[in-house]
T-cell receptor
């Protein structure tokens, strides 16, 4: 069965600095998707970034980028120029291309220090 | 587009009561899912649907029923509420592509 592990329950970063959130996953499949979702105190789940496993190039969305290491089954999220509005719970998630079952990690709570 | 909507936002039930959590989307998405989120845990899949008339079980389906009679609606039924079902419930939908899901605002359910 697939699993997603986020080993950092909480992290803190100074405003304007860069922070990296870690995520590892386990799967025997070759075709899948990986996602990072943000959940602010409003509890709304917001997509931050996605990566298709067949793409070698790392996805980037403005200040957010990933380091996708398929062989190592690692999918970290880098947030550059951290802003107060980035404070939230961040979830790493995996979905097989075969079905609609998304597996979530337990999350990393990110604090931004002014 | 309203996106994915859920009602109610909050609900308190007594043990043994039944209720239906409503979920609707106006994006003509084929795929819809229900998740629950408990403290210290990520979201866990309860049931999902790949189209009208088709549903399947996720990771934690016991105590919940679903049906999908239309593309737009995917209600979640609690047949006999138990305190273990106290949680925040999220509905989500997606199209074939892009592959990510769009989430509703969630329903906080407390069972006493």
């Amino acid at each position: 069965a697939q699993t997603v592990t986020q080993s950092q329950p909480e992290m803190s970063v100074q405003e304007a600095e860069t922070v990296t959130l870690s995520c590892t996953y386990d799967t025997s499949e070759s075709d899948y998707y990986l996602f990072w979702y943000k959940q602010p105190p409003s509890r709304q789940m917001i997509l931050v970034i996605r990566q298709e496993a067949y793409k070698q190039q790392n996805a980037t969305e403005n200040r957010f980028s990933v380091n996708f290491q398929k062989a190592a089954k690692s999918f970290s999220l880098k947030i550059s120029d951290s802003q107060l509005g980035d404070a939230a719970m961040y979830f790493c998630a995996y979905r097989s291309a075969r079905d609609d079952k998304i597996i979530f990690g337990k999350g990393t709570r990110l604090h931004i220090l002014p | 587009n309203a996106g994915v909507t859920q009602t109610p936002k909050f609900q308190v039930l007594k043990t043994g009561q039944s209720m239906t959590l409503q979920c609707a989307q106006d994006m003509n998405h084929e795929y819809m899912s229900w998740y629950r989120q408990d403290p210290g845990m990520g979201l866990r899949l309860i049931h999902y649907s790949v189209g009208a008339g088709i549903t399947d079980q996720g990771e934690v389906p016991n105590g919940y029923n679903v049906s999908r009679s239309t593309t737009e609606d995917f209600p979640l039924r609690l047949l006999s509420a138990a305190p273990s079902q106290t949680s925040v419930y999220f509905c989500a939908s997606r199209s074939g592509h892009p592959p990510e899901q769009y989430f509703g605002p969630g329903t906080r359910l407390t069972v006493t």
